[in-house]
Nanobody, 115 residues
Framework: QVQLQESGPGLVKPSQTLSLTCTVS??????????WTWIRQPPGKGLEWIGH???????HINPSLRSRASISRDTAKNQFTLQLSSVTPEDTAAYYC???????WGQGTQVTVSP
C-alpha cells in the first residue's frame, strides 16, 4: 500500500519561498506510470493542480504558476518536493501530495501566508 505524507512549515511570510516535501512509502517513486502530484485547495475554493513529476523525472507545472513553482525529487529518500517562490496571501491553502490517478493522497498540510 502506497502512503504519502506532506511536511513543511505551516506559516510563511509574504515574498518568501514555500518548500513542502512529500515522503512516499510502499513503493519507489520511480515506479513506471506513477505521476507524483502537488495539488492545493484555497479556503472556500476548489482544487488546483500545481504540477507533477512522473516516474520519468520530467516535471510539468500549471502554466499559471510556472514562473514561481518547481518540483523536484530525491530518489534516494523516496521524496518529492514543491518550491513556490514569492508567495502572497493568495497562496494560502491546504496543500496535498498525491498520485491521484491511482487514488493515493496524503492527508494534506495547511499553509498560511501572513506577515
Amino acid at each position: 500500500q502506497v502512503q504519502l505524507q506532506e511536511s513543511g512549515p505551516g506559516l510563511v511570510k509574504p515574498s518568501q519561498t514555500l518548500s513542502l516535501t512529500c515522503t512516499v512509502s510502499g513503493g519507489p517513486i520511480t515506479t513506471n506510470y506513477y505521476y507524483w502530484t502537488w495539488i492545493r485547495q484555497p479556503p472556500g475554493k476548489g482544487l488546483e493542480w500545481i504540477g507533477h513529476i512522473p516516474y520519468t523525472g520530467v516535471t510539468h507545472i500549471n502554466p499559471s504558476l510556472r514562473s514561481r513553482a518547481s518540483i523536484s525529487r530525491d530518489t534516494a529518500k523516496n521524496q518529492f518536493t514543491l518550491q513556490l517562490s514569492s508567495v502572497t496571501p493568495e497562496d494560502t491553502a491546504a496543500y496535498y501530495c498525491a498520485a491521484p490517478v491511482l487514488g493515493y493522497w496524503g492527508q494534506g498540510t495547511q499553509v498560511t501566508v501572513s506577515p
